[in-house]
């Protein structure tokens, strides 16, 4: 089970509870630094196979959006 700080955004919580554990811990870690920095969101990519999650100067802080790159 995933550890969620408590300063968390709303969205930031939604998006984590609805994937599942193993993706949840990547996006975890790329969340956190979201935090911390204060600055942007969270981009989910789809590839062919996998996801990967980044910081995105395109996504405002505090949300996360996927799509493809």
Do not use: C, W
């Not at 956190?32 to 802080?61: I, M, N």
């Amino acid at each position: 089970m995933l550890t969620v700080p408590e300063n968390f955004p709303p969205a930031y919580i939604s998006f984590l509870k609805a994937q599942d554990e193993g993706f949840a811990e990547t996006v975890l870690m790329v969340m956190k630094q979201s935090v911390a920095e204060g600055k942007y969101g969270v981009l989910v990519s789809s590839h062919a196979l996998d996801r990967q999650a980044e910081l995105s100067q395109e996504v405002p802080f505090g949300e996360v959006v996927e799509g493809t790159r």
